[in-house]
């Protein structure tokens, strides 16, 4: 089946730094790749979708300058949280589609904790 | 844009009853119903899903319904196990591929 990874599975950081999170399909090229936050005990929310070579589209209410979604590749992309605080902690999970159907391959999931 | 609710939000079973969960979405051009289990600390696993050309669909224990004309969907899980304790996502897409997710349910199975 296909594969999605992501790095890191975990990170820690101070409160003002920049964070970046890679998303990639390992066996399949991802036309479109969406971008998820989850909190504890809470649904996935869809926060933003990014095709190969275009700018991201994002949901109503997520910040696109600190949200930075990068698509440069198929098979890779990028969501870097800029000057992150306490309240971006969260389950931070990516899934990309591609193989020519609705269904989307969900990546392990980041869980940043911003001290 | 698309919402999607789901009941219950925790639900409680004996082992080997069955559970059901029940969706409703509002875009009636929604066109593709999966249904995900995760675990603690998870990604979301596909367990099944439904097209909207098809009323039903069941795979071994898990069936899905699909009512197009009330706009809603159900999980079916018979003789339940307790492996089956997780929380559960149903979700809807209207042809973009974007999905929007069910507020979940938390399943706990009882031995």
């Known amino acids: 089946g296909a594969v999605v990874s992501q790095h890191p599975s975990w990170v820690i950081c101070k409160s003002g730094t920049s964070v970046k999170i890679e998303c990639r399909s390992l066996?399949?090229?991802?036309?479109?790749m969406f971008w998820y936050r989850q909190f504890p005990k809470q649904s996935l929310m869809l926060m933003a979708t990014?095709?190969?070579?275009?700018?991201?589209?994002?949901e109503q209410g997520v910040e696109k300058d600190k949200f930075l979604i990068n698509h440069a590749s198929l098979t890779l992309s990028t969501l870097t949280v800029t000057s992150a605080h306490p309240e971006d902690s969260s389950f931070y999970i990516c899934?990309?589609?591609?193989?020519?159907?609705?269904?989307?391959?969900f990546g392990p999931g980041t869980r940043l904790t911003v001290l | 844009g698309e919402n999607v609710e789901q009941h219950p939000s925790t639900l409680s079973v004996q082992e080997g009853d069955s559970a059901v969960i029940k969706c409703t979405y509002s875009?009636?051009?929604?066109?593709?119903f999966p249904w995900y289990k995760q675990e603690l600390g998870k990604r979301p696993q596909l367990i099944i899903d439904?097209?909207?050309?098809?009323g039903e669909k069941k795979d071994q224990r898990i069936a899905v319904t699909l009512n197009k004309t009330a706009k809603h969907f159900s999980l079916h899980i018979t003789e339940t196990q307790p492996e089956d304790s997780a929380v559960y996502f149903c979700a809807a897409s209207s042809g973009t591929d974007k999905l929007i997710f069910g507020t979940g349910t938390r399943l706990q199975v009882f031995p």
């Open positions: 990014s095709n190969e070579g275009s700018k991201a589209t994002y």
């Open positions: 899934s990309a589609s591609g193989l020519g159907y609705n269904e989307q391959f």
């Open positions: 439904i097209r909207s050309n098809v």
């Open positions: 066996d399949f090229q991802a036309t479109t």
């Open positions: 875009d009636s051009a929604s066109n593709y």
